[in-house]
T-cell receptor
Framework: KAGVTQTPRYLIKTRGQQVTLSCSPI?????VSWYQQTPGQGLQFLFE???????NKGNFPGRFSGRQFSNSRSEMNVSTLELGDSALYLC?????????????FGSGTRLTVV | KNEVEQSPQNLTAQEGEFITINCSYS?????LHWLQQHPGGGIVSLFM???GKKKHGRLIATINIQEKHSSLHITASHPRDSAVYIC???????????FGKGTKLTVNP
């Protein structure tokens, strides 16, 4: 079966711009969660969506937002980009999220802000 | 103090050695995950544990819920095992993974 697909793989943006990243989960999975990975902070939880509803949000500013569509595909958006937003953004899909359900990760989108 | 602590941060081994990576956590969890990340970024889920022990090939993962501690063991290590190993916990009822900082393993031939 197809894995988790993240697009694009690489992205270079200028400070102040906005960016939208996409994540297509495994067919049948209804939970999509997003994570930011930086060398300094490691992996940090951004938010989780289940059946088009955001169930949990990490400690990130409001410039970070997301949504999930009826086909479970999810997008995350970062507005007014800052240099510190340069990171690897990973999404993970799960049947239902939370304990007891495993996660399958995408390959990530590497965002560079210049 | 981080909610999930891993040790060691870096580990260098010779091919064939037995390897242990440790993870301690301070929050209530519904499950603990061991993840592998190769250069390039992709993450592979190795194990999900809520109790006891699991084995897959040369990899063994154990968890002690009372002591809030888990270990990942690699038997007969091989250079292809070189990667970053990350411990993550599902905080009970929160649909949110909390991660350790990772252990960078290098296995030399």
């Amino acid at each position: 079966k197809a894995g988790v697909t993240q697009t694009p793989r690489y992205l270079i943006k200028t400070r102040g711009q906005q960016v939208t990243l996409s994540c297509s989960p495994i067919s049948g999975h209804r939970s999509v969660s997003w994570y930011q990975q930086t060398p300094g902070q490691g992996l940090q939880f951004l938010f989780e969506y289940f059946s088009e509803t955001q169930r949990n949000k990490g400690n990130f500013p409001g410039r970070f937002s997301g949504r999930q569509f009826s086909n479970s595909r999810s997008e995350m958006n970062v507005s007014t980009l800052e240099l510190g937003d340069s990171a690897l953004y990973l999404c993970a899909s799960s049947l239902a999220g939370g304990g007891g359900y495993g996660y399958t990760f995408g390959s990530g989108t590497r965002l560079t802000v210049v | 103090k981080n909610e999930v602590e891993q040790s060691p941060q870096n580990l260098t081994a010779q091919e064939g050695e037995f390897i242990t990576i440790n993870c301690s956590y301070s929050v209530g969890i519904s499950a603990l995950h061991w993840l592998q990340q190769h250069p390039g970024g992709g993450i592979v889920s190795l194990f999900m544990l809520s109790s006891g022990k699991k084995k897959h090939g040369r990899l063994i993962a154990t968890i002690n819920i009372q002591e809030k501690h888990s270990s990942l063991h690699i038997t007969a290590s091989h250079p292809r095992d070189s990667a970053v190993y990350i411990c993550a916990v599902d905080q009970g009822g929160s649909e949110k993974l909390v991660f350790g900082k990772g252990t960078k393993l290098t296995v030399n031939p």
